[in-house]
């Protein structure tokens, strides 16, 4: 799950054009990661 997690939000960051939010990843995927999830990942900096 953090594999897919890290590949979803990388190819978030690339297709977007404007400010990217953990909440906004978190509604664009339908609520199947929180935003609580996405910051975990990115506080641990290990991906």
Do not use: A
């Given at each position: 799950m953090k594999?897919?997690?890290?590949?979803?939000?990388?190819?978030?960051?690339?297709?977007?054009?404007?400010?990217?939010?953990a909440t906004g990843l978190s509604n664009l995927s339908d609520d199947a990661y929180s935003h609580d999830q996405v910051t975990r990942l990115l506080s641990t900096n290990q991906f």
């Open positions: 594999h897919d997690l890290i590949k979803l939000y990388s190819d978030y960051l690339l297709s977007s054009f404007g400010k990217t939010t």
